[in-house]
């Protein structure tokens, strides 16, 4: 059982930055890929990044190639999400999710454990 808590979220303007932070629980953080989703009222839920479970391979989502960057520290349990240049089409509630097979994927239903959620909001 992972547990898996978001922090960073907030208010910004078009063009601003965040970085959002989730803190996992337990031992075996290292052993699982990590994803970063989002979802705005009325679309489905979509993936943002994905990190595999020692860093080495990514995915970002078309829309925000070039601006979003996942890393993760294993030794501190934490996955981050550094967004650059925001849009007010970032606005939606990010999620971080775990995956147990250690590889990226963009797929939700191939995640095992997620966050709560936090809210990213970009006035224009």
């Known amino acids: 059982q992972v547990v898996l808590v978001e922090s960073g979220g907030g208010l910004v303007q078009a063009g601003g930055s965040l970085r959002l932070s989730c803190a996992a629980s337990g031992r075996t953080f290292s052993t699982y890929a990590m994803g970063w989703f989002r979802q705005a009222p009325g679309k489905e839920r979509e993936c943002v990044a994905a990190i595999s479970r020692l860093g080495g391979n990514t995915d970002y989502a078309e829309s925000v190639k070039g601006r979003f960057t996942i890393s993760r520290d294993n030794a501190k349990n934490t996955v981050y999400l550094q967004m650059n240049g925001l849009k007010v089409e970032d606005t939606a509630v990010y999620y971080c999710?775990?995956?147990?097979?250690?590889?990226?994927?963009?797929?939700?239903?191939?995640?095992?454990?997620w966050g709560q959620g936090t809210q990213v909001t970009v006035s224009s």
């Open positions: 999710a775990a995956d147990r097979s250690g590889l990226v994927s963009t797929e939700p239903h191939e995640y095992d454990y």
